[in-house]
Each structure stands twice: as structure tokens, then as C-alpha cells.
């Protein structure tokens, strides 16, 4: 088995590490697991509109990725987590945007999904986080 190989995306993830001691991806042979990343920028500021910080998070995704040697195509698992914008629906703008970027980034690849409402998240402000599984050469 290779020994796990693990990554600071530049910028926003060095800081996390120095100040919150964790890497935002770890690699172990052609399988790369990522940290929920947010859709901030490298101070932790939020755009104003949902569909921007989806867009961001996706390439804050893509960011990470890059990072261990993977891209959005070897993607093969996502995990999203939304604040809801109503007690019984995730949202009709998280739902289109994330859809929209996954057809954009993956083509005709698709993960395999699961997307989760919940209270809070790890950010004020912070309305969608998105966690990733990727098998380099996977998606070639």
C-alpha cells in the first residue's frame, strides 16, 4: 500500500493548516480524497450571491485537486452540504448550479452524489461546502 501523501492548496490552504491544522487533500496511489471546500477566496470573504459561491466552491474543488494530480474528470464520489433554503427542500439554486457545474466541469462523466442539508457550516456566511473522491487516470 502507498503511504498517504498530503496537500495545502495554496493560498487559502496553507492558512488552514497553519491556524486550523489540517490538509485540504490527501492522496494514497491513484485515489485522492479532498477536505469540504467552500466557496470563499484565499482571505475566506463570500460573494454576495448563492450561485457565486457555488460557482467558487467548485473551483476551490478543482483547486484542491490540482493540487494531488487530479481533476474534476476523476472525480467518482461528491459530497454537498447546503443550508437549506426552506425546511423541506435543499433549493431550486442549489440544485440547478450544482447540476450546471457538474455537467460543465465532468461532461459526460457523472459521480456518484449525495447532497446534504444541514444547520450550519464551518464559516459564517458559508452556505455550500462540497467534498470530493477522485481516481487519477480514472476519468481519461
Known amino acids: 500500500m502507498s503511504e498517504p501523501e498530503f496537500f495545502a492548496t495554496p493560498g487559502y490552504g496553507d492558512r488552514q493548516l497553519t491556524t486550523m491544522h489540517y490538509h485540504q487533500a490527501v492522496r494514497i496511489?491513484?485515489?485522492?480524497?479532498?477536505?469540504?471546500?467552500?466557496?470563499?477566496?484565499?482571505?475566506?470573504?463570500?460573494?454576495?450571491?448563492?450561485?457565486?459561491?457555488?460557482?467558487?466552491?467548485?473551483?476551490?474543488?478543482?483547486?484542491?485537486?490540482?493540487?494531488?494530480?487530479?481533476?474534476?474528470?476523476?472525480?467518482?464520489?461528491?459530497?454537498?452540504?447546503?443550508i437549506p433554503d426552506s425546511p423541506d427542500f435543499i433549493g431550486e439554486v442549489h440544485n440547478r448550479v450544482m447540476v450546471e457545474q457538474f455537467r460543465k466541469r465532468m461532461g459526460d462523466r457523472a459521480p456518484i452524489w449525495t447532497e446534504i442539508g444541514v444547520a450550519a457550516l464551518g464559516a459564517p456566511k458559508m452556505r455550500v461546502e462540497i467534498r470530493a473522491t477522485a481516481v487519477v487516470g480514472s476519468g481519461a
Open 29 to 82: 496511489g491513484d485515489r485522492v480524497e479532498i477536505s469540504g471546500q467552500g466557496g470563499w477566496d484565499d482571505d475566506f470573504h463570500f460573494p454576495e450571491s448563492l450561485e457565486d459561491e457555488i460557482v467558487r466552491a467548485f473551483d476551490n474543488v478543482e483547486r484542491t485537486l490540482a493540487t494531488a494530480g487530479a481533476t474534476w474528470r476523476d472525480v467518482v464520489a461528491v459530497d454537498s452540504y447546503h
